[in-house]
T-cell receptor
Framework: EAGVAQSPRYKIIEKRQSVAFWCNPI?????LYWYQQILGQGPKLLIQ????????DSQLPKDRFSAERLKGVDSTLKIQPAKLEDSAVYLC??????????????FGPGTRLTVL | GENVEQHPSTLSVQEGDSAVIKCTYS??????FPWYKQELGKRPQLIID?????GEKKDQRIAVTLNKTAKHFSLHITETQPEDSAVYFC????????????FGDGTTLTVKP
């Protein structure tokens, strides 16, 4: 089974620039998560989709971050404009939604963003 | 919202010794508690999980215990090996049709040969 794919793996931008990250979840996984992981901290949920609907975006800084999951498969996360404090690893994860309500999240390799 | 605290932040043990990492959570509605291992530069990977209707679960050298009354759960690694060195994260979530997880800040485990 192919894992969660993310691109790019690394991105360096200057503050006030824009950046977009892409995630392709495991085939058939209904739930998709975007996390921000700052160095030395645990992953912090930014947004959670179930199919193409938003389940939770309470911690997403909506003045600068946006995310979409078209057709309930791939997802993009955008930051516009970026700030220095956005430097982090952005992790995408997916989980299946089956009769057992499996919660296991499968993480992608992450995108390391550096804002200068 | 849910708050998860994890201790200790760093842990160093000799190879062969046991390691214990503890987490507390705030939302009594949380009913699913996974543990993830993240090696340097790699993605978090699930190593064990426990649901609220179970008090203990074991998988070879790894075990997790849950005390719902006290709202804490622990990861136990026995006979530690150098390859166990990594950052370990606990998480707490409420199982619904799409469970949301809140993560602890991680424990850096170093196993010295």
């Amino acid at each position: 089974e192919a894992g969660v794919a993310q691109s790019p793996r690394y991105k360096i931008i200057e503050k006030r620039q824009s950046v977009a990250f892409w995630c392709n979840p495991i085939s058939g996984h209904a739930t998709l998560y975007w996390y921000q992981q700052i160095l030395g901290q645990g992953p912090k949920l930014l947004i959670q989709f179930q199919n193409n609907g938003v389940v939770d975006d309470s911690q997403l800084p909506k003045d600068r971050f946006s995310a979409e999951r078209l057709k309930g498969v791939d997802s993009t996360l955008k930051i516009q404009p970026a700030k220095l404090e956005d430097s982090a690893v952005y992790l995408c994860a997916s989980s299946p939604l089956d009769r057992a309500l499996t919660d296991t999240q499968y993480f992608g390799p992450g995108t390391r963003l550096t804002v200068l | 919202g849910e708050n998860v605290e994890q201790h200790p932040s760093t842990l160093s043990v000799q190879e062969g010794d046991s390691a214990v990492i503890k987490c507390t959570y705030s939302d009594s509605a949380s009913n699913y508690f996974p543990w993830y291992k993240q090696e340097l530069g790699k993605r978090p990977q699930l190593i064990i999980d426990i649901r609220s209707n179970v008090g203990e679960k074991k998988d070879q050298r790894i075990a997790v215990t849950l005390n719902k009354t006290a709202k804490h759960f622990s990861l136990h690694i026995t006979e530690t090996q150098p390859e166990d060195s990594a950052v370990y994260f606990c998480a707490a979530s409420i199982r619904t049709n799409a469970g949301k997880s809140t993560f602890g800040d991680g424990t850096t485990l170093t196993v010295k040969p």
